[in-house]
């Protein structure tokens, strides 16, 4: 089965995205398997993600899979299938709905895409037998047990850490030197907790550069490991970067090892502001 697919990527975070209004009807189990193939940067054409799009009547309906695994939302992800759907269609205005039925406004500014994510979520939906309703909560609070506590050497202060959920699950926390932390290490030891975390949660790190700017690391779940660039990574640091050093620009600048997007509070709303590229179109032989 030959399937026919765009390479995009946004501040290095890079997708393959498989269009379904042009490929042959794909089973769950071949998205599934599509997934984890494709994403194989030495045998396949490589990725962090693979985006499954088509159109709705009310917009563009997309997924974001990592080895059979959905994510809830993907920030750089929506302003990809965007920037397909701007150059196939032309639009600068564009509705791009969720695998949770969100309809996320897409705008498209001067080269970057502004995406609208409403306001910060209640994070109970990620937390084992959290009953509050709040949307941030301090890390030593939600992690403050023997078996929770993060290995010394680790370099994580738990009192300068926040989880929130801007559609996505978030761990972020400030260091001094965010080159100075094994992201990886300290990623999989926050990611794997299943007993607070029964989804797992992305984990960031992030340190503050001026009045206007922080600059992050973040290790992503599902795909565990480093990603480039992460959009609601971008937002919840932000968010906390906040609470953390007192921040009140509208627009703050967070600073990845794959480029610069910025966050914007707007009337209550939060706003995903950044690049989406095509690197090239396809086609790939998919074994039956």
Known sequence: MKVKFTKLQGCGNDFVLIDEDINPHLTEEQRKRLSSSLRDRHFSIGADSVLFVKSERDGFSYRTMEDGFDLDMCGTGVRCAARYYHGKLGRTGLNIITINKQVLEVSVENGLYKVNLGRLQPVQKYIAGFKGTESIVKADKLLATGTAE???HLGIDLSRGYFLNPSEAHLVFFVDDTEGIDLKKAGEYFAFNKKIFP????????????????????????????????GTGSVASACAARLEFGLTPAKIRVISKGGEQFVLLEKESLYLIGPAETVFSGEIEIPE
């Open 150 to 152: 993060p290995p010394g």
């Open 199 to 230: 989804e797992s949660t992305n984990v960031s790190v992030g340190t503050l550069v001026d009045s206007e700017s922080i600059k992050i690391r973040t290790y992503e779940r599902a795909a565990f490991h480093e990603t480039l660039a992460c």
